[in-house]
C-alpha cells in the first residue's frame, strides 16, 4: 500500500512549476497564461503555474480567479502588499511543486515556445544546471534598453565572470534542489542577480538560449529610472557582503562538512 501510495504522489507532482509574478497585469493575463498552458499541454509536459497577486491594485486578482475557474492549471498566491519584483518570485517558487521550478514574467515578452525550449534544455541536462533566456531583437523603448545595456555591462565589471549576458531575462529553470541551496533573500529587481551570482559560486552550468523578445501583451512597464537607481545601490551593497558574505559562508560550512561526514 505504501509503495501505490508513493507513485501516487510522485505522478501527481508537475514535471514543470512556473511562478508568474502579477502586479497589474490584468490587461495581460487573459493573452499570456493560456497560450502557455496549450503549449505545454501539447508537448505533454505537466505544467503547473503559480500566479502570485503581487499586491496588485487592478482587476488582477479576479482575473486570475477566472483563469481558475476555466480549469487551467493555475495555483494562486497573494502577496497583500507589494514591495517588489522578487518578493514576487520568492512568494511563488516557495509554492512551486513541480520537479523544475522555475519563474517568467507575466506580460508575454517570451513567447511560449521559447519558453518550452528553455525547459527541455534543463530537462535533458545534468542536475547542476539552470537554463534561461537572453532576449534578442527586443522592440523595448530607448528608455529600457540604456538601462539593460547598462545594468548588464555594470554587473559583468562589477562581478567578473558573471555567468550571463542577459542577467534579467526569465524564464529561468532549474531542477527544484538547486533552487534549496540558493536561499534567496532579495524582495525587488536584484533577485535576477542574486541568482546568477549563486550559480557562479555553486559552479553550476548555465544553458543561456537566444529568443526573441516581444512588446508586453497590456498594461505598463514597471521599470524606470527608479529602477537603475535600485540596482546600484544593490550592486554596491552585495559587492560589499552583508547577505552574500554570510550566504557563502554557509554554504562553504556545509561543503566541509558533508566531505567530513563522508569521510
Not at 493573452?31 to 501539447?42: A, D, G, I, N, S
Not at 531542477?175 to 551570482?197: G, V
Amino acid at each position: 500500500m505504501a509503495a501505490k501510495r508513493s507513485d501516487f504522489v510522485r505522478k501527481n507532482i508537475p514535471d514543470l512549476s512556473l511562478a508568474m509574478p502579477c502586479y497589474n497585469e490584468a490587461d495581460c493575463l487573459g493573452q499570456t497564461v493560456p497560450p502557455l498552458v496549450e503549449t505545454f499541454q501539447k508537448a505533454g509536459i505537466d505544467l503547473e503555474v503559480v500566479l502570485v497577486d503581487n499586491g496588485s491594485t487592478d482587476t488582477t486578482s479576479a482575473v486570475i480567479d477566472g483563469l481558475i475557474a476555466r480549469g487551467l492549471p493555475i495555483k494562486k498566491v497573494t502577496v497583500p502588499v507589494n514591495k517588489g519584483q522578487g518578493l514576487g518570485v520568492r512568494t511563488g517558487l516557495a509554492a512551486c511543486r513541480g520537479r523544475h521550478v522555475g519563474y517568467l514574467a507575466a506580460d508575454g515578452q517570451v513567447a511560449p515556445e521559447s519558453v518550452l525550449l528553455i525547459y527541455r534544455a534543463v530537462a535533458t541536462a545534468g542536475d547542476r544546471t539552470i537554463a534561461k533566456v537572453r532576449r534578442r531583437f527586443r522592440p523595448d523603448s530607448v528608455t529600457r534598453k540604456l538601462i539593460s545595456t547598462f545594468y548588464n555591462i555594470g554587473m559583468l565589471v562589477i562581478f567578473p565572470g558573471m555567468p550571463s549576458m542577459d542577467v534579467n531575462g526569465s524564464p529561468r529553470i532549474m531542477p527544484r534542489e538547486i533552487l534549496s541551496m540558493m536561499d534567496l533573500t532579495s524582495s525587488d529587481w536584484f533577485l535576477e542577480a542574486e541568482i546568477m551570482l549563486k550559480v557562479q559560486y555553486l559552479r553550476l552550468m548555465v544553458i543561456e538560449i537566444d529568443v526573441p523578445g516581444f512588446l508586453r501583451k497590456g498594461g505598463n512597464s514597471h521599470v524606470g529610472m527608479r529602477t537603475v537607481f535600485e540596482f546600484m545601490r544593490n550592486i554596491v551593497s552585495y559587492r560589499m557582503g552583508g547577505p552574500w558574505r554570510e550566504w557563502r559562508r554557509e554554504v562553504s560550512g556545509s561543503a566541509a562538512r558533508e566531505i567530513h561526514v563522508q569521510g
